[in-house]
């Protein structure tokens, strides 16, 4: 194992050990615990709790009705169906009114003119409720062969169209709607119809945002106060930096708003640097998962044994047995037997040597049965912990949580709540292995 080194407390704690894990693989097995529940009544007891029914079966009250359902069974659910698809054909009904006082204009009282001289007859109370702006022009409205008049001007007359139909129905055809949606989106935010902008924004992210036209888009957003689909259009350019940054969009960004360009770029540095740290956390999970996978092994060998090493009251498998289901069991039965074997005394020692000592110590970290325990030294590195310092004993303690979180081996919330929030001078409770 390559020796980590982070910026944070994992990075720190990777200082402890050296290990060559490349063997450290193991699936978590399911542990079942059935109950087998036996209860015993009083005989006596539960005569008298129980009436005796059985003097009343001659009576004449066979034919006793059944008793009404409870309350929440499936007749509620049922009633609670029925009356919500009720209300859905109402909503349906009175949308179907709004269009059809629209398509058919019926009483209309106002005009409203729109780019190429086209006119829309509509009715003033419906567009004064749905949108303030509207209201206060009808205020100002000036009179046109007999009906008051307002114009929406720089936009298509078919998207003011489908605009003031949205205002009576909250309807829209589908390809009306994919043509016109810029037009629609500024409409809905001059003239304040929230809905609308909603819808608006909903059809840019699915049908509309493209490389060459999201920096516009980010630009427009941010005018028509959209943070939705300005944050999109951000995570949009960070992803593909590299080809949105040779778009024409992005060239005239940089000459008319340097400053959002500088935005852009811090993002994408503060993106690239969570996606390092990211990526370096994943790879100190992993550590911690093996040396977990490793400290099983070990227990593994030490008490049950293996194939071709293990205690002396154990029959060993042999070198032909099946393949154990701890896969970093051939790891440390080959660093066990160097580390028996080895005779290296040279300055600095051995490391194979030194990353079995390292096992060994954090074995005994997470050990409760050191006076049982078969692993070698267990007992030995347990005195030991009463003479380290704090600041030793404390980085010893976080490296056997963090090795225990990997796995999700925590007995209870309750531990690993303690767990998580351990102080730098506190001792970290462990779980055995």
């Not at 659910?77 to 009175?94: G, T």
């Not at 008049?149 to 489908?162: K, M, N």
């Not at 778009?247 to 993002?267: C, F, H, I, T, Y």
């Not at 030991?384 to 925590?410: F, I, P």
Request: glycine share 6%; hydrophobic share 35%.
């Amino acid at each position: 194992m390559r020796r980590k080194h982070g910026r944070n407390d994992g990075g720190q704690l990777m200082e402890c050990l050296e290990l060559d894990s490349s063997h450290f693989f193991v699936d978590s097995d399911a542990i079942d615990s059935p109950l087998d529940i036996h209860l015993e009544f009083n005989s006596l007891t539960v005569a008298k709790a129980v009436p005796d029914h059985s003097r009343y079966s001659q009576s004449g009250c066979s034919n006793v009705p059944d008793p009404p359902p409870l309350p929440g069974t499936s007749y509620g659910a049922q009633r609670s169906s029925r009356n919500a698809k009720a209300c859905s054909r109402v909503l349906e009904e009175v949308l179907d009114s709004g269009d059809k006082l629209f398509q058919e204009g019926y009483q209309a009282d106002l005009r409203v003119l729109a780019d190429g001289g086209s006119e829309i007859l509509s009715h003033s109370c419906v567009l004064g409720v749905k949108s303030p702006v509207l209201r206060a022009m009808l205020e100002e409205a000036k009179l046109k062969h007999g009906l008051p008049c307002i114009r929406i001007p720089g936009a298509p007359s078919e998207a003011v169209r489908v605009f003031i139909r949205f205002l009576y129905s909250s309807r829209f055809e589908q390809e009306q709607m994919k043509k016109h949606v810029l037009h629609l989106f500024l409409l809905s935010h001059v003239f304040l119809v929230p809905s609308l902008k909603t819808v608006c924004i909903e059809q840019l992210e699915r049908n509309f945002l493209a490389p060459d036209n999201v920096v516009d888009m980010l630009q427009l957003a941010r005018l028509c106060d959209a943070p939705r689909l300005s944050v999109i259009c951000t995570r949009m350019i960070v992803a593909d930096f590299k080809t949105i940054s040779l778009s024409d969009g992005w060239k005239v960004m940089r000459q008319a708003n340097p400053s959002l360009e500088q935005e852009l770029l811090e993002s994408l540095v503060e993106a690239d640097t969570k996606r390092q740290e990211r990526a370096e956390r994943i790879e100190e999970n992993k550590v911690y998962l093996q040396l977990y996978e490793a400290m099983e092994a070990l227990v593994h060998i030490c008490r049950d044994g293996c194939r071709t090493i293990g205690p002396r009251d154990q029959a060993l498998k042999g070198s032909g047995a099946a393949v154990c289901k701890f896969p970093a069991c051939r790891g440390i039965e080959l660093l066990v037997r160097h580390f028996s074997a080895c005779r290296v005394r040279v300055p600095g020692g051995c490391g194979n040597c030194k990353r079995m000592w390292q096992l060994l110590e954090l074995h005994s970290r997470m050990c409760f049965t050191p006076d049982t325990c078969k692993v070698p030294l267990c007992r030995h590195f347990k005195e030991k912990m009463q003479h380290l310092g704090r600041k030793e004993e404390t980085k010893w303690n976080l490296l056997a949580c963090k090795v225990l979180e990997s796995r999700g081996t925590m007995s209870s919330i309750s531990e690993r709540r303690n767990l998580s929030t351990v102080k730098p001078t506190d001792s970290c409770r462990m779980v055995p292995i």
